[in-house]
């Protein structure tokens, strides 16, 4: 049992999910200015501003760096998998919404009452993945370093 308390203890993980949760929540602000429509369905969909898994891989990193050293081989691991998950999110799965957009007009085009209707929306701009990266650290971060682990957080509000 030890084990479990120990992962709820995990304040890297917790504080790098919170991140990425507060991204999503986020998506509903920044599309509202941008189309002027409240769409709280868009927390949980792909793509858009900012980019959460960009937000809790940064938040895990700099969460990992903070407790282990930024000379540790775990924190450059953490960097490589950041770089990998940040460069697809705005190269590949980006192009695949492009693709999907185009495969859906042809569809369309070549029949009228074509039910194909691929996801668009799979990736990010470059700036949506630099917002999204920034939100990891400085949500993470202070939660380290000011509130500790999830524990100590529960035990602030039940107090």
């Not at 868009?42 to 858009?48: D, N, P, S």
Request: net charge neutral; hydrophobic share 50%; aromatic share 10%.
């Amino acid at each position: 049992m030890p084990e479990l308390s120990a992962f709820f203890d995990n304040s890297v993980l917790f504080w790098s999910l919170l991140s990425c949760l507060i991204a999503q929540l986020f998506k509903i602000i920044f599309n509202f200015f941008s189309t002027g429509k409240l769409r709280f369905g868009i927390m949980f969909e792909t793509g858009g501003m900012p980019s959460s898994h960009s937000a809790l891989i940064t938040g895990a990193t700099s969460g990992i760096g903070f407790q282990l050293g930024f000379d540790s081989p775990i924190f450059a691991l953490a960097i490589a998998v950041s770089l990998i998950v940040m460069y697809d999110a705005s190269g590949v799965r980006k192009s695949a919404g492009i693709q999907a957009a185009e495969i859906n007009k042809l569809s369309k085009k070549l029949q009228l009452k074509s039910e194909v209707e691929l996801k668009e929306t799979l990736g990010h701009t470059k700036l949506e993945v630099i917002v999204g990266s920034l939100f990891g650290p400085l949500i993470t971060l202070p939660g380290i370093v000011f509130v500790g682990s999830p524990l100590n957080l529960f035990n602030l509000i039940i107090n």
